[in-house]
């Protein structure tokens, strides 16, 4: 029977989002689902979130010292999960987690990572087809592993659909490091920074191309923070060195599923729109009537950036 693993991604109140989505997905794929979670504890919230996955078991490595994401010490236990069970399948999130450690367990295991699918199946030869927009979202590749294993694909929340389950049995098993890395694990000292995400907040501003100076960034850092919200930009700004990549949205950047999302000066390219198709309610600011994100917006407003920035800012009270 084919086995397909996830990589389960603590989130608020229990696990990521994106995990009961590639759960749904895994189960279309595979008779066989199973999940490794790396945690400081299996608390109450954890529990719950394994019960409602839909997986049949979960391989637990517990890192009690270890508070936030850890790329040597998580790898080193994707790693050795991925020796236990032997998947077919290995699917991560595209978060900052997963999209770090896919390339590092497919350079382990001498086997490819696709990036950002959109679509997996599996083909009548039983291989998985990963399929992804490629050169710019003009295409779509349907991509093979052909030989090596695991298939390993990374896929951005929003994409599959999570199909909710009465609370069911997912068998826990724990599991320990082998070799000399579990006592440094375990002091919580790998010497590795730990790594944020962003984005994820309900409301997200994000700048562009129309800013004309990294010192305006400010105005909207005051925004964001009047509106509890992530600061984010599109591609233009890394390459200008304004904000960095992690705050990037977009094709080669973050999917956001935001509630709200308040453009800036972008113009709509395609492949900026192809990292806002989760967010419920858009409105953009742009002086250009005929700008892309325009027609795409819930709330087009045609103005000057700078204008309606500082017009926000008073009317919450700055
Ligand atoms: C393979 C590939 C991957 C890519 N991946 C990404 C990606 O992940 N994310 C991404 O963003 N881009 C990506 N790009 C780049 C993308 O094609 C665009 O170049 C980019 O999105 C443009 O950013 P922008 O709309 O902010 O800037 P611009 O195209 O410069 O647009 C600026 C907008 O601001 C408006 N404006 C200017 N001044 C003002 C003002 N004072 N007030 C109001 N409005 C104003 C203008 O009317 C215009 O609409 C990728 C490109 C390629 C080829």
Known sequence: ??????????GPGGLHPVCAELAAKATELAGDTAGVLICRELTGDLTAALRSSGLSRVYLYTFPAVSAFRQEAHRAAVADCVERVKPEILLFGATLEGRTLAPM???????GVTADCTELSINSEGQLVQTRPAFGGRIMASILTRTARPQIATVRQGVFKAQPRASGDCAVIPCELPGELRPRLQTGDDGAAPVLEQGRRPVVVAVGGGLKDKADLV????????????????RVLVERGFLPQGRQIGLSGSAISAELLLCFGISGSVQFLSGVKGVKRLCAVNEDREAEIMKNADYPVLGDLYGVARAMLAA???
């Open 1 to 10: 029977m084919r086995t397909a693993l996830i990589y389960l991604q603590e």
């Open 105 to 111: 367990i497919g350079a382990a295991f001498k086997t």
């Open 219 to 234: 105005l909207f850092e005051q925004l964001a923070q009047k509106l509890d919200a992530d600061l984010m930009c599109s």
């Open 316 to 318: 919450a009270g700055d």
